[in-house]
Nanobody, 124 residues
Framework: QVRVVQSGGGLAQPGGSLRLSCEVS???????VGWFRQAPGKGREALLC????????YYDESVEGRFTMYRDDGKNMVFLDMNNLKPEDTAVYYC??????????????????WGQGAQVTVSS
């Protein structure tokens, strides 16, 4: 059974920073790991994704330059550093992965294994 467990999130002021963590079993063999978010009243959307030893692919230009994704395959950990947060970043954030061999994709249906979600609230 693939294990995807998230931690982090919480409340930040506008302009602040937060880090989300995601533990993914057998990360090195999972290949693609993506970050998504779902704002209140909206659908879940893709933010960015990374494959081993590759730079991230951004799917949402509003987070490019502010959000950075890191993989530590040796520790089965993926991190999302969020800087210069804005109120519109308020959402539930999810990490997701798939079976070995699948590449990054902005489509939710391409990912079979999801974390439980982490609430991020940006407010003064």
């Amino acid at each position: 059974q693939v294990r995807v467990v998230q931690s982090g999130g919480g409340l930040a002021q506008p302009g602040g920073s937060l880090r989300l963590s995601c533990e993914v079993s057998d990360l090195l063999f999972r290949y693609a790991v993506g970050w998504f978010r779902q704002a209140p009243g909206k659908g879940r959307e893709a933010l960015l994704c990374a494959e081993p030893s590759a730079s991230s692919t951004y799917y949402d230009e509003s987070v490019e330059g502010r959000f950075t994704m890191y993989r530590d395959d040796g520790k089965n950990m993926v991190f999302l550093d969020m800087n210069n947060l804005k109120p519109e970043d308020t959402a539930v954030y999810y990490c997701a992965t798939d079976d070995p061999g699948n590449s990054c994709s902005p489509y939710l249906e391409e990912f079979d294994y999801w974390g439980q979600g982490a609430q991020v609230t940006v407010s003064s």
